[in-house]
């Protein structure tokens, strides 16, 4: 049983109270579309693929089957680069890294500029390739709903919920999708930022403490057999604010 004190204590994520946007900001924007650009492999490389893209997006579908990320061309920038997360529509669509501890990429984007924006990452305790039964990534509450910055809209829109579902995670294997069934507040040092378990009993507890402390009834089951991703973020209240997915597919 393992609790990631350095995730939840350092990662305070981002709880210098929403940082501010300015000259960083746009250093971090700059850098991420170039990322998203070097990531893109062949998903709209000529002006059929580019229209076909425009209208998907108009008419609010994704295909997370299709879209493909060029994690040759990410790890000649970064080797820390272990996967990206997408989600369908909201905008979250970053590479996802793994430090040496919770530390690293805290205040580093992914080509290794400091940048108060950060990088999403994952929890250094955590298996690089999500075959645990719960991993943890860790992003900063931007202000301009950059990075994690839109977690909180599941609180605070309503129905933001029905129209942001699902996201994806791609690794350099395989094609990882997830349904989102919580969200809600917790503390610096919650059990919810634990990290391996006894058994499958012990896990099965876990994640039923998930849905009973929801802040909405998704009508989303999960269990022992579900492979659990949070998404961790900081909170207004000094708190942290976390969303939880289960895996539904995995190609």
Excluded at 24 to 53: I, L, P, S
Excluded at 113 to 138: E, Q, R, V
Aim: charge should be negative.
């Amino acid at each position: 049983m393992i609790y990631s004190l350095a995730g939840m204590l350092l990662l305070g994520i981002a709880c210098d109270q929403l940082i501010d946007i300015g000259v960083q900001y746009q250093q971090g924007k700059h850098v991420y579309a170039r990322f998203w650009n070097d990531a893109k492999e062949n998903n709209d490389k000529n002006e059929t693929r580019q229209k076909a893209k425009k209208q998907a997006e108009n008419s609010g579908e994704f295909d997370y089957r299709k879209f493909k990320i060029d994690f040759d061309n990410l790890k000649k920038v970064n080797e820390d680069i272990i996967g990206w997360i997408r989600f369908d529509k909201n905008g979250i669509n970053y590479p996802v890294l793994q430090g040496r501890d919770n530390e690293e990429y805290l205040r580093i984007l992914p080509d290794k500029t400091k940048n108060a924006s950060g990088s999403i990452f994952m929890d250094y305790l955590c298996s690089s390739d999500f075959s645990d039964s719960h991993t943890i990534i860790y992003g900063h509450n931007m202000k301009n709903l950059s990075m994690f910055g839109r977690l909180k809209q599941y609180r605070t829109v309503e129905g933001y919920y029905e129209k942001n579902r699902y996201f994806t995670i791609y690794t350099p294997e395989q094609t990882c999708r997830y349904e989102i069934f919580a969200w809600y507040e917790a503390g610096v040092e919650d059990s919810v930022y634990q990290i391996g378990f006894t058994d499958e009993d012990a896990f099965g507890e876990f994640v039923a403490l998930m849905l009973e402390r929801r802040y909405q009834d998704t009508d989303v089951t999960a269990d022992e057999k579900d492979k659990i991703v949070t998404l961790s973020t900081c909170s207004a209240s000094g708190k942290r604010f976390v969303v939880h997915g289960k895996m539904i597919d995995l190609e």
